[in-house]
């Protein structure tokens, strides 16, 4: 299981960090580059660091099956990363609208990311090992986390709905 989780913020962070640096370079007075304004090889290169983040994720729920509760067979393997990447992609989404809306450093949040990226990725792996102590506690620093980041905001749900719609280009913005 340790390798599991290690691996797992490993991974998470050594690439939400590079998609970090790739999202805020050329972003003028944004907080990041809406994905409208990428260049074509800057979205195949968003789209290569988030198909080795999963293909890194597969390999590893793959080596290190028996550190989760999910059954030992490739569809689990396959279930592990789905969970464990989507969820760590929501999770690090959020706690990159969280330092935006606290008017963090760029900086400060390049390092915060290449560190602590990977921190969702392994308590969603967490939340899936076997022994459920380890559960149990992955959730109840899910929570903590989650609702820090809520308090943090000033207006939680109009700020993720306001970086939602600019990730996804300045269309959305207008209506």
Known sequence: MRWQ??????????VTGTIAVLATT????????????YSGSA???LVVLVGALFLALLALGWRTEEATWLPNQPRAAV????????G???GWAFAAAVTFDSEFAL????????????????????????????NVAAAAIAVVALGTGWLL???PVQTLLFYLQLLFGPVLIAR
């Open 26 to 37: 050329g972003r003028g007075d944004l907080p990041f580059r809406p994905l409208a304004l």
């Open 79 to 86: 279930l592990w990363t789905i969970l464990v990447g989507g």
């Open 88 to 90: 760590g992609l929501a």
């Open 43 to 45: 979205m195949l290169t």
């Open 153 to 155: 905001m000033t207006a």
């Open 107 to 134: 900086t400060a949040q390049l390092i915060l990311t290449y560190t602590g990226g990977g921190l969702p990725f392994a308590l969603i792996a967490a939340m899936l090992a076997k022994p459920p102590k380890v």
């Open 5 to 14: 989780l290690a691996g797992t913020w490993l991974i998470g962070s050594a």
